[in-house]
T-cell receptor
Framework: GENVEQHPSTLSVQEGDSAVIKCTYS??????FPWYKQELGKGPQLIID?????GEKKDQRIAVTLNKTAKHFSLHITETQPEDSAVYFC??????????FGTGTSLTVIP | NAGVTQTPKFRILKIGQSMTLQCTQDMNHNYMYWYRQDPGMGLKLIYY???????DKGEVPNGYNVSRSTTEDFPLRLELAAPSQTSVYFC??????????????FGPGTRLTVL
């Protein structure tokens, strides 16, 4: 099956700086890549996603880039705020299959 | 809409006991899923359902059973609980069927400890 690796496992940034989280996947058939934010004691919540026919997608301070050739995709958060502190998960999806999740990145934004 | 709700929030079981984790969604979603999340790991799919009366195994189904008698409810049954089943369990749902991917809505989770 698909294998998704996520780095780093922990990330600390100063408020206002940017944060970047990277994921790699193994199966070139993966065609949908969502990113989830999980706050303490809550379920994951979709924050942005990208499909394999798109190279980049942006939503305010959050952006995702996809490099199909290298099989990796990244989450970019600009102008970080303390409320961005959470665990972030990437996932890869193959049509007709299931979602495969990364192991998560714990982001801490230091005021 | 309440979205996806799960009960209980926390539970401690003794080895060999059984229990049912409840999941309900009020969004009329066709697809429902059960995941487990172990510390420092991503979510692993246990079972999923594409509609009432239809269920299928995910990546880690051993030790679990599910049923889907209605669109709204998707309970997960643990028989003969084992310490390896200590985890946080998440239920999720989506409105669209594969291959039309859609947002997965997650419940708040059930934290289960087996001692």
């Amino acid at each position: 099956g698909e294998n998704v690796e996520q780095h780093p496992s922990t990330l600390s940034v100063q408020e206002g700086d940017s944060a970047v989280i990277k994921c790699t996947y193994s199966d070139s058939a993966s065609n949908y890549f969502p990113w989830y934010k999980q706050e303490l004691g809550k379920g994951p919540q979709l924050i942005i996603d990208i499909r394999s026919n798109v190279g980049e997608k942006k939503d305010q301070r959050i952006a995702v880039t996809l490099n199909k050739t290298a099989k990796h995709f990244s989450l970019h958060i600009t102008e970080t705020q303390p409320e961005d502190s959470a665990v972030y998960f990437c996932a890869a999806y193959i049509t007709g299959n299931q979602f495969y999740f990364g192991t998560g990145t714990s982001l801490t934004v230091i005021p | 809409n309440a979205g996806v709700t799960q009960t209980p929030k926390f539970r401690i079981l003794k080895i060999g006991q059984s229990m049912t984790l409840q999941c309900t969604q009020d969004m009329n979603h066709n697809y429902m899923y059960w995941y487990r999340q172990d510390p420092g790991m991503g979510l692993k799919l246990i079972y999923y359902s594409v509609g009432a009366g239809i269920t299928d195994k995910g990546e880690v189904p051993n030790g679990y059973n599910v049923s889907r008698s209605t669109t709204e409810d998707f309970p997960l049954r643990l028989e003969l609980a084992a310490p390896s089943q200590t985890s946080v369990y998440f239920c999720a749902s989506t409105v669209s069927a594969f291959p039309s991917t859609d947002t997965q809505y997650f419940g708040p989770g059930t934290r289960l400890t087996v001692l």
